[in-house]
């Protein structure tokens, strides 16, 4: 072989043969400097052929392999053969990794040389490949193109419980649990036949008989040639996952329902609060409310029962209920009404009720009135339901939540049963007596921070049980029905303040005719006045409060009243400023008063008014003042006449402040504006009667004012500075009898130039 080798290279076949080996070739001389190489050869070392020919073998190899080399050709020198592995280094500096084999023979060696370094590499990567596949959390097991198994890891008998010994040489089948369908099989076959990936969702079955889902992904092991060997399949264990997507599905579509529900019954609030807002009628409200909450359209509750706080908010009543008593007449009123025409929404519908419901329920208004409460009792329900500020759910006489002990009453016999527990239930006995059951709700009827109610709906008559979501839907409406009702009570109360002043403007008409029938004008002048400076006050006050709530209220029916109103008052006091009359003021009638207390509830009528006008009342008020003898009707008009004058005086806006002090045995009232102020020549005359610089009004406001100061034994005094402001003072004695007016009659002016 060696002989042929020799002779290869002076032969063209042999030198064609030898340059096409895929291994590296190197011919020796007998001192083992190179003599001749093939191209592989060459690539291999990296040196070109004239670099590489003449050089000693050894000096190509890493010093370890030259020593290992050399101790192996003193020890293979009698077979002829030596087979190592060494380092050749490259002739860029880099080392590569050979398996080499030497024949030695008549004094020459060849060198055959085999590149190993992307063996070992390749020998390396499997040994991690092997070592992550038996550490994967993924179950992982190989079979050959017959689909049998020759390889798992331990994940694989963790997943199915069988272990390697057990399913070595078998087919997967024994997985199979029934329920994969035909057609995802023959997918998977059909591509991994075809030498494709398939990647799905199979539920399998573990050896114990448990089934278990998995993602599955088989891939196609292919050799050099592009041919399949084998298959590997990575299972891994999705069927925590598959539970929790199933339950969020069911939670999903729960939770659509659910929403899809609050959704239509906001829809059948907005519906029936713009129904409700556009009544003004209480009663008519008050039925509307009760239809909504019962009818099938609306919330579908069998019976509701409506309770009242009344105006001092001391006791809360029933006041109308709607539903039937008994199965038997609840079949025949929904049968009743299932004839009743469907309009084109539930607003209309719902008032196509009113007809039907006007002559029933007699046995559930009569347990409705029964129903009452003090709000101080917070034995009841409906009591701590308001109070709380939130909706009971009673279930079989117990409402969860309440947060203390409580005392029950039993109605009628004076018996109570004290409820102690720290997360108390509250069994309410009074009100399932008269309901004849213990499950029902209570919701509370409030309106901003007052109580206007509550509402108690129950289903006697099918038993369904009241679900949390049918208390918050309820809870929502309370809102609703509480601005309902308050609007017309609002409504109610502005038409009889309507007839009030129209009462009063025809007993007015009525006094001024009395007046111009009357023998002389000083007689007419004397009463007229009187009237219209009486009348006047109240008159302003009544404009004003009715100002203000056509700001707060919404309902256009209940805005155009009090344009009505507005417009009545702005009358009076038109009719009254023309009314050119005087009459000395009547004595006061004392008593002792709090005058801090006093000032605070007057500057509510010109609150509105000073906001609209950009002013900022101030108030230092003396925190030790004591009580005053004083007439407080007539002190009261007063006041109101100084602070009008002053925001008149204040067009543009500005600060009107209010004092109160002790000076001695006097206390002092002070009412400061920074309004255009009084000329100096008009100072002295502003105490006149009949004297005024505006353009309508009687001139009788200032003196009425020191006429009624003068007759408490008390002093007004005023300083002003144009374009700076005006300061009215008065001065009030602590002890009846008392004076500390010095020259009685004079007027407290005070030169604006001090």
Not at 72 to 87: E, P, R, Y
Not at 236 to 256: G, M, N, P, S, V
Not at 448 to 453: E, L, N, S
Request: net charge negative.
């Amino acid at each position: 072989m060696v002989d042929r080798l020799l002779h290869a290279t002076g032969n063209g076949i042999y030198r064609s043969i030898v340059e096409h080996a895929t291994e590296a070739i190197l011919l020796l001389d007998k001192d083992s400097l190179i003599h001749d190489a093939n191209h592989r050869a060459i690539s291999l070392l990296g040196y070109s052929r004239e670099d590489l020919l003449g050089k000693h073998l050894l000096d190509l190899m890493e010093d370890e392999s030259r020593e290992r080399y050399q101790n192996l050709l003193t020890n293979g020198s009698a077979a002829g053969n030596i087979f190592t592995q060494v380092k050749f280094r490259r002739g860029n500096g880099t080392l590569v990794e050979s398996e080499i084999t030497a024949s030695h023979l008549n004094g020459h060696a060849v060198i055959f040389c085999r590149d190993v370094s992307r063996r070992k590499v390749l020998e390396e990567e499997l040994r991690n490949l092997t070592s992550v596949v038996r550490a994967s959390a993924d179950a992982v097991f190989i079979m050959d193109t017959q689909g049998m198994i020759y390889f798992t890891n331990p994940a694989f008998e963790r997943l199915t419980g069988y272990t390697s010994e057990e399913v070595l040489g078998r087919n997967p089948q024994i997985f199979t649990s029934g329920q994969v369908s035909r057609e995802v099989l023959d997918q998977l076959w059909s591509a991994i036949r075809a030498g494709r990936e398939w990647r799905g969702e199979l539920t399998n079955r573990r050896k114990n008989g448990e089934v278990y889902e998995a993602d599955v992904t088989v891939t196609p092991i292919k050799d050099d040639d592009g041919q399949v060997i084998s298959f590997l399949t990575v299972q891994r264990d999705i069927t925590h996952r598959k539970r929790l997507e199933r339950q969020l599905e069911e939670y999903t579509e729960t939770l659509e329902k659910r929403v899809h529900s609050r959704t239509e019954a906001l829809s059948k609030m907005r519906e029936i609060g713009e129904l409700l807002h556009s009544v003004v009628s209480l009663d008519k409200v008050l039925q509307l409310i009760l239809i909504a909450v019962t009818a099938g359209d609306g919330f579908r509750f069998n019976r509701a029962f409506l309770l009242l706080v009344d105006e001092n908010e001391e006791t809360i009543s029933g006041k109308l209920a709607i539903g039937p008593s008994t199965p038997e007449e609840a079949g025949r009123i929904w049968h009743e009404m299932s004839y009743l025409p469907k309009r084109g929404n539930l607003a209309e519908t719902l008032e196509s009720y009113l007809v039907s419901a006007e002559n029933e329920n007699f046995e559930v208004n009569r347990i409705v009135h029964s129903l009452s409460a003090s709000m101080k009792d917070e034995s009841s329900i409906i009591v701590r339901a308001i109070k709380e500020r939130r909706g009971f759910n009673v279930v079989n006489g117990h409402a969860h939540g309440i947060s203390r002990g409580i005392v029950l009453r039993y109605p009628g016999s004076g018996h109570t049963v004290q409820v102690d527990q720290p997360s108390a239930e509250l069994c309410n006995v009074t009100i399932s007596k008269y309901l004849g059951t213990n499950n029902f709700a209570v919701v509370p009827l409030l309106w901003r921070d007052g109580p206007v109610g509550c509402l108690i709906v129950d289903n006697l008559i099918n038993r369904e049980p009241i679900a949390d979501a049918s208390l918050w839907v309820l809870e929502l409406f309370a809102e609703q029905a509480a601005l309902a009702i308050t609007n017309a009570r609002m409504v109610a109360r502005l038409e009889r303040d309507k007839y009030r002043i129209q009462s009063a403007y025809r007993d007015l008409e009525d006094s001024k005719d009395k007046l111009v029938e009357a023998q002389t004008m000083a007689a007419l002048g004397r009463m007229t006045a009187t009237v219209a400076h009486e009348i006047r006050t109240p008159i302003v006050a009544i404009g004003g409060f009715a100002k203000r709530l056509s700001h707060d209220i919404r309902d256009r029916r209940a805005q155009r009243m009090l344009d009505i109103i507005r417009s009545e008052a702005l009358r009076l006091e038109e009719t009254l400023d023309a009314v050119l009359f005087y009459v000395k003021p009547s004595q006061p009638q004392k008593r002792e008063c709090n005058l801090n207390e006093l000032l605070e509830t007057l500057s509510l009528y010109f609150a509105q008014e000073a906001s609209e006008t950009h002013i900022d009342m101030v108030f230092e008020l003396d925190p030790n003042l004591p009580q005053v003898p004083l007439d407080d009707r007539q002190i009261r008009q007063v006041i109101l006449n100084v602070i009008q004058n002053s925001i008149h005086a204040m067009q543009d806006g500005g600060t009107l402040t209010i004092r109160t002090r002790l000076e001695g045995d006097q206390v002092v009232v002070e009412i400061t504006d920074t309004g255009c102020g009084i000329p100096e020549e008009i100072l002295p005359l502003i105490f006149k009667e009949f004297f005024t610089t505006k353009n309508k009004g009687t001139g009788l406001g200032l003196h009425v004012s020191y006429q009624i100061i003068k007759n408490h034994g008390g002093k007004i005094e005023i300083e002003s500075r144009v374009n700076q402001g005006t300061t009215v003072r008065i001065r009030l004695p602590l002890h009846p009898g008392s004076h500390s007016v010095e020259g009685g009659d004079k007027l407290g002016v005070v030169d604006e130039r001090r």
